[in-house]
């Protein structure tokens, strides 16, 4: 099976990105299925970049529902769980990632 990697050649601040070539359900028991904090499912993606957009990188992920773009003053990631109904949030800003539930 091949993996497309996307390295970002011409915007080094974004991350390297892959998409798996298969779609469909995940399997239960390849997944930890208790997380201390409560977290069960990714429900969203947000990417913020500063630059121009990448065709190659972003024509990647504008095809996924679950998936924004957002033109902005950094680069950064948020993956939002469960909806955020937790209401929590955690950043990490040498990852460059905010994670809520």
């Known amino acids: 099976m091949g993996i497309e990697i996307i390295k970002n050649d011409t915007q080094p601040d974004l991350p390297w990105t892959f998409k798996l070539p298969f779609k469909g ?7 930890p299925t ?9 429900s969203k993606a947000e990417f913020e970049y500063q630059n121009s957009m990448d065709d190659k990188y972003f024509d990647m992920l504008r095809e996924e529902k679950q998936i924004e773009l957002i033109q902005s003053s950094r680069n ?15 950043s990490f800003n040498k990852l460059k990632l905010t994670i809520e539930y």
């Open 76 to 90: 950064w990631l948020k993956l939002i769980f469960d909806e955020s109904r937790q209401g929590k949030m955690k």
């Open 25 to 31: 359900q995940k399997k239960i028991d390849n997944e």
């Open 34 to 42: 208790y997380h201390r904090n409560g977290i069960q499912t990714l």
